[in-house]
């Protein structure tokens, strides 16, 4: 399934990104690995187990660790973090 990236946040302290991803009617957040950056507007193309390329350009691929169904409290809750505080905690949140 081909999805959308509508936000994007850089966790500091792992170098991971966390982002809101769209598809369809389905919205999930998603802790992702990437050497290339991410941005909002991204697609993000499915290759093989969990692993996607960016915009169809496969110099820039993601794998993605770990996934949950988009919630707007905790999306919130996560830019809090990643702005004053270290993101552990925020993955804390993403990885449940």
Request: with cysteine.
């Amino acid at each position: 399934m081909e999805w959308l990236v509508i936000d994007v946040l850089y966790l500091r302290t792992t170098g991971n990104y966390a982002l809101t991803l769209q598809a369809s009617i389905l919205k999930m957040m998603a802790e992702v690995t990437s050497e290339s950056p991410i941005l909002p507007g991204d697609s993000l193309y499915p290759v093989i187990d969990a692993k996607y390329l960016i915009n169809k350009n496969e110099t820039r691929h993601l794998k993605v660790i770990s996934a949950t169904v988009f919630s707007e409290k905790q999306w919130r809750f996560l830019k809090r973090l990643s702005r004053c505080q270290t993101t552990t905690t925020a993955q804390t949140v993403l990885n449940g």
